[in-house]
């Protein structure tokens, strides 16, 4: 009777065994609740930077694809092939080229249209083919009275205001940089393309810009004064300028792409 007494005592826990252990057990569901918060930081912030790689991949390939395969006719002089205009804050790079039909193995030519626009921070794509030239009377490149096709056909159908968003978040995209071999300046004229252009793309990540939102309102700053916050010296920026600043260098990426035309 008394063996079965102190086996019974034996298998019992007092209140304070009780409570340490409930102590040690809280303390590591804390640490593992405190891993797994840390570890969905770290992939919401890798997925929302590789979407930003990702916007910047694409834009840049469509625009070099297009630009490489660029239409140009020796025997049209007089007829406008490339344009670029417009400023640093906003601009409209415009070209005639050579497209793949997804539906066959043909090529079929038209107009292309992307414009930056600094205060909304996007990139914007348009295409205009021949039928929908022919539809709104307008010239198209490869009729003997195309030589103003580009500008006719900018704002045919759908404006560039209204189409859809090719890239985004974008705080710096300079005007494309347009050079011959010898690295000496292009202009656009009739008759001519650039043998070089260099495209050069400065991004935050959607999460950055959502948190520079409000800073940005209560300092009656806009979107495109980030990238010139962003690239002051430390010693130069004013007190209200520090957390845009700061916000921003933790996500700035910019990426270059040099695109060679050879005809």
């Given at each position: 009777m008394l063996l079965k007494r102190w086996k019974l005592r034996l298998c019992c826990f007092t209140l304070l065994e009780l409570l340490v252990s409930m102590g040690v057990f809280a303390i590591l569901m804390l640490a593992l609740m405190q891993f797994f918060t840390s570890a969905q930081s770290i992939w919401?912030?890798?997925?929302?930077?590789?979407?930003?790689y990702d916007n910047a991949r694409l834009a840049l390939n469509l625009m070099a694809t297009d630009l490489q395969c660029l239409y140009y006719d020796d025997y049209k002089t007089n007829a406008k092939y490339f344009d670029v205009s417009g400023s640093d804050d906003k601009w409209t790079l415009s070209l005639a080229t050579q497209r793949s039909d997804s539906s066959s193995a043909c090529t079929s030519l038209v107009l292309v249209y992307y414009q930056y626009d600094k205060a909304e921070g996007t990139l914007k794509f348009k295409q205009v083919t021949d039928y929908d030239a022919d539809n709104n009377n307008k010239q198209w490149i490869t009729s003997d009275s195309?030589?103003?096709?580009?500008?006719?056909?900018?704002n045919l159908g759908t404006k560039?205001?209204?189409?859809?968003?090719?890239?985004?978040?974008?705080?710096?995209f300079p005007k494309p940089v347009c050079q011959y071999p010898?690295?000496?300046?292009?202009?656009?004229?009739?008759?001519?393309?650039p043998?070089?252009?260099?495209?050069?793309?400065?991004l935050i990540d959607s999460d950055t810009r959502k948190k520079l939102t409000p800073i940005l309102a209560s300092q009656e700053k806009?979107?495109?004064?980030?990238?010139?916050?962003?690239?002051k010296k430390e010693e130069d920026l004013e007190d209200w300028e520090k957390p845009i600043a700061d916000l921003a260098k933790q996500s700035l990426q910019t990426f270059v792409q040099a695109v060679s035309i050879d005809r």
């Open positions: 919401t912030r890798s997925n929302t930077r590789y979407d930003m195309g030589s103003n096709a580009l500008s006719e056909c900018e560039l205001a209204e189409s859809p968003v090719l890239a985004e978040n974008i705080v710096n010898d690295n000496t300046a292009y202009t656009p004229s009739p008759g001519t393309y043998p070089r252009v260099i495209l050069s793309m400065t806009d979107f495109k004064d980030v990238h010139g916050i962003a690239i």
